[in-house]
Nanobody
Framework: QVQLVESGGGLVQAGGSLRLSCAASVRTFTIYTMRWFRQAPGKEREFVAGITGSGGGTYYRDSSKGRFTISRDNAKNTVYLQMNSLKPEDTAVYYC???????????WGQGTQVTVSS
């Protein structure tokens, strides 16, 4: 059973920063592509950023580029999302996702709330 536990959310003023963490209880962390998604009230869940198992490849939604950075520490089974220059429209519940590429293995964390005040 894969468990993903997010932390690091909170309330921050516009222009501020937050660092989200997601700790994964898995045997072989490096086989998982890790992604962050978010869901704002009344909206669909949307992709934010992703990172390959080795950490050598990263990808972002356009609105996150230049402000957010995804990284991972495979020794700690943890993925991070550094969010800078936060905007009120970044307010959402942020979810961590672990996926084994090419399979149906796909797991979600419980989410962490990020609120950006104007």
């Amino acid at each position: 059973q894969v468990q993903l536990v997010e932390s690091g959310g909170g309330l921050v003023q516009a222009g501020g920063s937050l660092r989200l963490s997601c700790a994964a209880s898995v045997r072989t962390f490096t086989i998982y592509t890790m992604r962050w998604f978010r869901q704002a009230p009344g909206k669909e869940r949307e992709f934010v950023a992703g990172i390959t198992g080795s950490g050598g490849g990263t990808y972002y939604r356009d609105s996150s580029k230049g402000r957010f950075t995804i990284s991972r520490d495979n020794a700690k089974n943890t993925v991070y999302l550094q969010m800078n220059s936060l905007k009120p429209e970044d307010t959402a519940v942020y979810y961590c996702n672990a996926q084994i590429p090419g399979t149906t293995y796909d797991y979600w964390g419980q989410g962490t709330q990020v609120t950006v005040s104007s």
